[in-house]
């Protein structure tokens, strides 16, 4: 180690040299140096240009390094920014010591000027200098909690200094030559020193903080101690002893670090070795050397987090060690500058090395954790590199799927990860053995890292999958592109451009070649280049979901393409970029080291949210997205997409949506205004403003005068009228710009407005004002305007300019005014001379009364999104003022009528026909075997007996569409080859099944469509007040449920009761629809329409359209003035609950009907006796009286309808014997 | 190996069974090499007769018939045209005198297969010598017979020596799609890389991934890529008849459709099955009726 010749010279005795020690064998530095350069300057993060770098300090929560220089200077740099700080020169030569303080803002420096100076970053002040050592200082360190500095010094000493009260309270001596290095224990009251006396020592201070501890009461002694604390106290020097000596160096020892959680020791010395020592409670002992450095080595450390020792040295090398084999992992040389110093940052993965020229930031290994999304999941290697995947939907992490740990060496993390979903497998790369390749397939389940068994492999840096079953690997030592199959065999090479550094999927069968400079998209299929595009140093690609964009990123540049590679646009940020995603709306979501931002396909952008770490995008989905930290641990981000939403919306003129998004969020402040107003939407711009003065200038912008005009009223100043005034000019808005000329008290101009719009009763009123005023200009103009000669001559007379009235007066013929004059003046016609005179001036009269109104203006310039804004309103008003039958929708709907289910139905276990065929099973269906030619119709004909056994159908024309239907939804047309008829495939309801024999076909429209859409569908009608339409829905459903099947027995019931519920309706809606048929006019037609409509009461309706049935029937009756039976409607109206304003109808009508409860018209009706109606006559069935049932719908008749057509579904006998509708058959699943 | 699997063919080979027949037709094929030319003249015939213009191939064609390959296409192009007899004398005359062509096998065999005759159709594809088109072919025609099992061991024979070829891809889905379960996913996949794919996107490729759809449940992606192909491609019958199942299985009305597909291609195998069933239906229907007419 060379010190400067600076003002203290001072050369550093040399140790006889021995005989060189060799370098123990290539092994050590053996790793390929275009690979090791490429590794780590990958990885690294900051190179600072100065003079040589002799002590660095990482800022324990900043992104900020010390560095103290060979030239005197301390730097303090941003190295995520990489700018310089701050700059501190105090002290006089080489500054070697450095380091920050753990929580203040301090620092701490010592140089070759014998000085310790503490610092306050902050002030950037030097705050006080501790003098004491005698000889340069080599290192200075803060405690990590007591308020002290140790420093090692040139003078044998080591001292720790109290930095709170600037005093020296302890020397600890016993190196018998410089001590180059002097650490304090991370937990515990130890001190390692290293010296060039080739000893490190283990100092024990204890007996320090013991005495230095808060004491309860300050004694005699204490104080004592206190005020001389550069003596030994009393008892001896006790306050550090020497616990270890550790001898094994043979030549000086120039650095010594602890490990933060083991007790190992790890040095550094001019014998060029790494020595690794442990120690216990009573001895401390080496434990291996570390081999490589040939040259002094000059400092190392433990890593932080990691089983590895980093060691720096003259021979311009970084090494890395594995701690517990002592061998070399990777080393990085550099040309020209040898290393003086490592240090590595507190907590993160960051590494800081000086040098001769300055100072590099380096992270020792990848930190991008390898991912792979496809559809709802994410797959990706673990820190420990266990293959997991990520369920987005469920928020679920599975557990470990693979074990990649033979992957590459241990020490490096795989790169990229790929995945394939038609094979369900993953292809890795990793950068280690100069980059290879693993194709491994993922188990179906995780069950825990098992070792992969089937791994294919191969060298190459990059490895994608480019269809379902090809990947492509690029190998840049030999420049080629091979694309292999899932057999690992070659099928065919591609020669990339020169310079290739990476390959990318580019689309179904395309590839991107990254080059420095360019992106190339290529055809494997057709081997040539599609397309090519000038960007540099991309790093990364994402293509948007719909593969339609592709974002390529690059350190600071995020360049959006579309899929033939066409730029879209471009943005530069000053923060590296780390990762990017795309929103389903074509919105690209992209991390910074600490922000989230966001991109538009046009290139605007803008921050979402800010970054507490750094983490790699996966997916955006909603208000989440989701991410890996640099654990590799999946996290999820909420975000507000409010902003982005709403500029895209803009772009797209949404209006709707941006509508939506006024409304339901808080989308205020400045910048998304003057965003508006840039953009050219100053009228969207308006609807965000609150600020009078802002909403003023965006109202003229866009023109819209009221609120102008509302904005300047409340600001009320002239400058805001005259432009006003000026706006409202241009539009031809008068009245307005009256207005603001009134307000301004514009005379002039006012006037010459009335003329122009010939308001002539305001010209008279301004000429007033002109004479109240006094002001004979103005006067004289509103004369002149109006045409008022007497008025001008008054005026003149006035101002005495006679010779003007008498000229006007003349001129006008007004011969006895202009006498009068020429007596006033005294003077007589004969001497004056007049000029000739000409025609008195007339004033034109106006011919449409302007005036009166403000010239034809275009339509106020409402946007479509203000129309929208006004139409919304409108509709909302419709909604309220829509009648007929309306009713709350009611949430229950969807819940069927639990009391509906109709005990007739017959049990399905009643059937033993012996026939197994079910009756949905009649569409033929694909077996090997089968020829499928008459099948159908047979089992067609089967189908039709097996449904007249069951439930007794005779008529099957209603049915047939169904039929058709089902057959028409049985089979698709599968084109092969050209010429030949399409290849006919069954579709079946069992997707999984593939053993012919257990295949089920596919039956349209089942249970859970018939529930959830046709009868809502029937329900709205209903409602709707659409019962022809609705019949015919409910019939429907009655025959997809005839022709249908189910899987379990709680299914069986589900039908049942829609059965039940659809003929409850359908009977409902043909009862009224028959009331609607007859007339009223006759008294046997009021009569019947009177009962009809108390009949349409009795079926089992939801209860809020029975409701209706109810408010028909009552309002019916009420206004046939058969209070009786209303009354009787209102009170179960009222027993019914539900909506508010039919029960205010209900409880009126039955307050009326209680005065005077009798029926005028006598009804067949007794609402207290229990009754069915007849499906065909409409007529009561009272209890105990004969009737028939339907075998399918269960509906009621009266005996004589026995053995015609149900009138509920058309297909069924009224009376048939049958079995009972079959849906369900166990044995078959 | 497959002899169109030659550098120069692929691309105009891959594209006539992806369907881009008109990319066929417009194909440079000035510089393929001489013994390239044929097939590749081939290729562009029949895909005139895909697409309809028989016509002006029969002309094409008529003044060479000495060529095996080129008779072959003229049995291909009057079976297209409606001339079945005519067709069907021609393909076995050429089964007959030179069955070791490959342009005879394929075409012939598929003259023969689409007039029912299996027998002799499979007889003369069994000549090939490692043509994978007419493998594809024989595919088929097992598929056809409902003899999956046969069709799954030509294709597995197959890939043993042309794993790659688009060819086969093709048919290991048609025989996926007839066996189902796990193999549907498989079959899609095939088909989505195939539609996806600029050079390779075609109504063929597109039915194929929609069909696969509709047999793997998932309706509404099935939708979306029909309604998306039926706008590029409104006639296309395949996707109509496609389409009209996915609306039925969907619940949605289907009649528009059904008249587009009555007046495109009246013949289809869809109507003349609604037609056939529609009137067994009748006749079945007929046979009862209820005792008491109301």
Not at chain 1, 421 to 438: M, Q
Not at chain 2, 119 to 147: D, M, P, T
Not at chain 2, 225 to 230: K, R
Request: glycine share 6%; charged share 25%; net charge negative.
């Amino acid at each position: 180690m060379q010190s400067s010749p600076n003002m203290l010279t001072k050369v550093r005795p040399s140790i006889c040299p021995r005989t060189p020690i060799t370098p123990s064998g290539p092994r050590h530095i053996s790793w390929d140096r275009s690979i090791a350069a490429a590794n780590v300057s990958f990885f690294a993060q900051f190179e600072s240009k100065s003079s040589r770098a002799k002590g660095i300090a990482f800022h324990p929560k900043r992104p900020w390094i010390l560095v103290s220089l060979h030239s005197s200077t301390i730097q303090l740099w941003d190295y995520r920014m990489g700018t310089l700080i701050d700059r501190f020169e105090e002290h006089d030569g080489p500054v070697r010591g450095i380091d920050f303080h753990p929580t203040q803002p301090l620092f701490v420096s010592g140089g070759d000027d014998y000085k310790i100076k503490v610092w306050n970053y902050q002030t950037r002040r030097c705050l006080f200098t501790l003098n004491g050592h005698l000889d340069y200082v080599r290192t200075v360190f803060f405690h990590p909690e007591l308020p002290w500095i140790l420093s090692a010094s040139d003078d044998q000493t080591i001292r720790i200094w109290n930095w709170q009260n600037r005093s020296l309270i302890c020397t600890m001596t016993g190196h018998n030559h410089y001590v180059m290095c002097a650490q304090f224990h991370p937990t515990e009251d130890l001190i390692a020193s290293a010296s060039l006396d080739q000893s490190v020592r283990i100092w024990d201070i204890s007996g320090l903080r013991k005495k230095h501890s808060a004491p309860t009461s300050v004694s005699f002694e204490d104080q004592m101690a206190r005020a001389n604390p550069n003596q030994a106290d009393m008892f001896g020097n006790t306050d550090a002893i020497v616990k270890f000596v550790l001898e094994g160096h043979d030549r000086g020892v120039n650095w010594v670090s602890f490990h933060p959680t083991l007790p190992l020791i790890v040095s550094a010395g001019d014998d060029r070795l790494i020595k690794l020592w442990r120690m216990s409670d009573t001895k401390a002992w080496e434990v291996d050397t570390c081999r490589g450095h040939f040259q002094n080595a000059s400092a190392c450390l433990f890593h932080p987090h990691q089983d590895l020792i980093l060691s720096v040295g003259e021979d311009k090398t970084i090494r890395v060690w594995d701690l517990n084999k002592r061998t070399s992992v990777q080393s990085f040389k550099r040309d020209l500058d040898r290393f003086w110093v490592i240090a590595a940052h507190p907590e993160m993965n960051l590494f800081a090395a000086g040098h001769d020229t300055g100072v590099m930031v380096f992270k020792l290994e990848r930190e991008r954790p390898a991912s792979a999304v496809y559809q709802n999941q994410l797959f990706y290697i673990t820190k420990e590199k266990h293959v997991k995947s990520y369920d987005f939907a469920k928020n679920v992490e599975s557990p470990p799927m693979l074990s990649l740990r033979k992957l590459g060496s241990p020490w490096v993390p795989p790169r990229t990860v790929s995945y394939n979903p038609a094979e369900r497998a993953i292809l890795v790369t990793s950068p280690a053995d100069s980059g290879t390749y693993e194709l491994i397939h993922l188990p179906r389940d995780a069950t825990g890292a098992v070792e992969p068994t089937d791994v294919k492999r191969g060298q190459a840096t990059s490895a994608v999958f480019v269809a379902r079953n090809r990947f492509a690997v690029y190998n840049p030592s030999n420049q080629q592109v091979d694309i292999k199959d899932l057999s690992n065999s070659t099928t065919k090479t591609i020669k990339p451009p020169a310079g290739t550094t990476d390959i990318y999927f580019g689309g179904t069968g395309c590839l991107l070649f990254i080059t420095p400079t360019h992106v190339v998209l290529y055809d494997i299929q057709q081997k040539k280049q599609l397309a090519e595009v000038v960007v540099s140093g991309v790093k990364y690609v994402v293509w948007s979901n719909d593969g339609l964009y592709c974002a390529l990123l690059s350190k600071h540049n995020v360049t959006i393409v579309t899929k033939t590679l066409e730029q879209v646009s471009t943005l530069h940020e000053t923060i590296r970029i780390k990762s990017a995603t795309w929103d389903d709306s074509g919105v690209l979501i992209y991390s910074t080291l600490n922000h989230v931002k966001y991109s538009l396909l046009n290139g605007d952008n803008g921050i979402i949210r800010t970054l507490d770490q750094t983490v790699y995008l996966v997916r955006v989905k909603g208000r989440n997205v989701y991410c890996l930290d640099r654990n590799a641990q999946p996290r999820t981000l909420e975000i507000d997409p409010t902003e982005y939403r709403f500029k895209l919306a803009l772009v797209k003129r949404n209006y709707d949506e941006m509508l939506q998004i006024i409304k339901t969020s808080s989308l205020v402040g400045q910048s998304i205004i003057s965003y508006l107003q840039k953009k050219g939407y100053p009228e969207i711009a308006l609807q965000f403003v609150q600020d009078p003065q802002t909403r003023f200038d965006l109202a003229l912008e866009c023109g819209n005068l009221e609120v102008a005009i509302e904005m300047a009223r409340e600001l009320d100043r002239p400058n805001f009228w005259s432009r006003l005034g000026a706006e409202a000019l241009a539009h031809g808005n008068h009245q307005t710009v009256e207005m603001t000329y009134q307000k301004q008290r514009n005379f002039d101009k006012l006037s010459f407005l009335y003329l122009s719009t010939g308001d002539q009763e305001k010209l008279a009123r301004m000429a007033k004002i002109a004479e109240h005023r006094g002001d004979f200009t103005s006067r004289f103009q509103n004369a002149i305007y109006r045409g008022d000669v007497e008025d001008r001559i008054q005026m003149f007379k006035e101002v005495d300019m006679y010779p003007l009235a008498y000229m006007t007066a003349k001129a006008h013929g007004l011969i006895e005014e202009a006498e009068s004059i020429l007596e006033a003046c005294g003077l007589t016609e004969d001497q004056i001379v007049l000029p000739t005179l000409e025609s008195p001036l007339t004033v034109p009269h106006p011919i449409v009364p302007t005036f009166k109104s403000n010239w034809p203006v275009k339509a106020a310039g409402h946007s479509s999104f203000e129309k929208a804004l006004l139409g919304e309103v409108g509709a909302a008003d419709d909604d309220a003022g829509a009648d007929g039958f309306e009713v709350e929708e009611d949430d229950e709907e969807a819940v069927l009528a639990k009391d509906t289910l109709d005990d007739d139905e017959e049990d399905a276990s009643g059937w033993d026909m012996g026939d197994d065929v079910n009756v949905e099973e009649e569409v033929d269906f694909v077996n090997v075997e089968n020829t499928e030619a008459g099948a159908g119709s047979s089992e067609r004909l089967t189908s039709g007996l097996l449904l007249n056994r069951q439930v007794g159908a005779v008529q099957f024309a209603p049915l047939k569409n169904r039929f058709l239907e089902v057959f028409k939804a049985s089979k698709t047309y599968l084109p092969a080859t050209v010429g030949l008829p399409p290849l006919v495939n069954y579709v079946r309801r069992t997707t999984d099944e593939t053993d012919s024999r257990k295949v089920l076909p596919i039956i349209p429209r089942d249970l859970e469509t018939i529930a959830s859409v046709d009868l809502q569908e029937g329900y709205a009608a209903m409602r709707g007040n659409k019962l022809e339409e609705g019949v015919t829905i409910f019939k429907r459903i009655l025959h997809s449920l005839l022709v249908n099947t189910v899987s379990s027995e709680a299914e069986v019931e589900q039908a049942k009761k829609i059965i039940s519920t659809a003929r409850e309706y359908i009977l409902a809606m043909s009862i009224e629809l028959e009331r609607r048929s007859i007339g009223t006019d006759s008294p046997d037609g009021l009569k019947r329409s009177l009962e009809l409509s108390a009949y349409f009461t009795i079926p089992k309706l939801e209860v809020a359209h029975r409701q209706l049935a109810l408010m028909a029937a009552m309002k019916l009756a009420f206004a046939n003035k058969n209070y009786n039976s209303a009354l009787g409607f209102a009170s179960r109206m009222l027993a019914n609950g539900g909506s508010a304003k039919l029960l205010e109808q209900a409880r009126k009508i039955k307050a009326q009907c209680e005065r005077n409860p009798q029926d005028q018209i006598d009804v067949d009706f007794d609402p207290f006796a229990e009754f069915d109606i007849c499906a065909a006559s409409h007529t009561p069935i009272f209890s105990g009286s004969p009737c028939v049932t339907d075998p399918f719908t269960g509906a009621k008749y009266h005996e004589q309808y026995k053995g015609s057509v149900d009138r509920i579904s058309d297909v069924t006998e009224i009376g048939a014997p049958a079995s009972g509708l079959r849906l369900f058959v166990p044995s078959q699943y | 190996m497959d002899p169109f699997s030659a550098e120069g063919l692929l691309n105009i080979h891959n594209a006539f069974h992806s369907g881009q027949y008109q990319n066929v037709i417009d194909f440079d094929t000035a510089a393929l090499s001489s013994e390239n030319q044929l097939p590749a003249r081939v290729l562009k015939l029949r895909s005139q007769i895909a697409l309809g213009q028989t016509d002006e191939v029969l002309a094409a064609v008529s003044s060479e018939e000495d060529t095996p390959d080129l008779a072959a296409t003229k049995a291909l192009a009057q079976q297209a045209a409606g001339k079945t007899d005519a067709a069907l004398q021609l393909a076995q005359d050429l089964a007959e005198n030179n069955p070791d062509n490959g342009s005879v096998q394929v075409l012939c065999g598929t003259v023969l297969q689409a007039q029912g005759y299996n027998e002799e159709a499979l007889a003369l594809l069994s000549k090939h010598q490692g043509n994978l088109e007419a493998v594809s072919l024989v595919v088929q025609i097992y598929l056809q017979q409902n003899r999956s099992d046969l069709a799954l061991k030509e294709v597995q024979t197959a890939k043993r020596w042309a794993q790659d070829s688009l060819l086969i891809n093709l048919a290991e889905s048609w025989v996926g799609l007839r066996v189902g379960g796990e193999k549907y996913q498989s079959a899609f996949y095939v088909y989505e890389e195939l539609a996806s794919g600029p050079s390779t996107s075609a109504p063929l490729s597109i039915v194929g991934q929609a069909v696969a759809e509709i047999h793997l449940g998932r309706l509404p992606e099935a939708e979306a890529a029909l309604n998306a192909a039926l706008e590029k491609y409104p006639s296309d019958t395949e996707l109509i008849a496609n389409s009209i199942v996915l609306n039925v299985l969907a619940g949605k009305p289907s009649e528009d459709l059904e008249s587009i597909l009555q007046q495109t291609e009246p013949s289809h195998a869809l109507l003349a099955d609604i037609q056939e069933k529609s009137a067994l239906f009748d006749t079945a229907a007929a046979k009862y009726s209820p005792k008491v007419s109301s």
